[in-house]
């Protein structure tokens, strides 16, 4: 997990703690932050066109 996905489930969870944010809305927040936390490099890989290593 990068700090940005961490930090977001900081700010959710002091979201939270202060009733900003309902349970649910609160687990469909964390649900949303770790799938596209998790999902980032795998789908930059795909997008991204690999570069050929240089020939000596």
Do not use: H, Q
């Not at 969870?13 to 649910?24: A, F, Q, R, T």
């Not at 469909?28 to 020939?55: E, G, R, Y």
């Amino acid at each position: 997990m990068n700090t940005r996905g961490l930090m977001e489930l900081i700010v959710l969870n002091v979201g939270l703690d202060l009733g900003v944010l309902s349970p649910k809305l609160f687990a469909m927040l964390v649900l949303m932050a770790l799938v596209t936390t998790f999902l980032t490099s795998p789908l930059l890989d795909l997008v991204k066109p690999k570069t050929a290593t240089p020939a000596p």
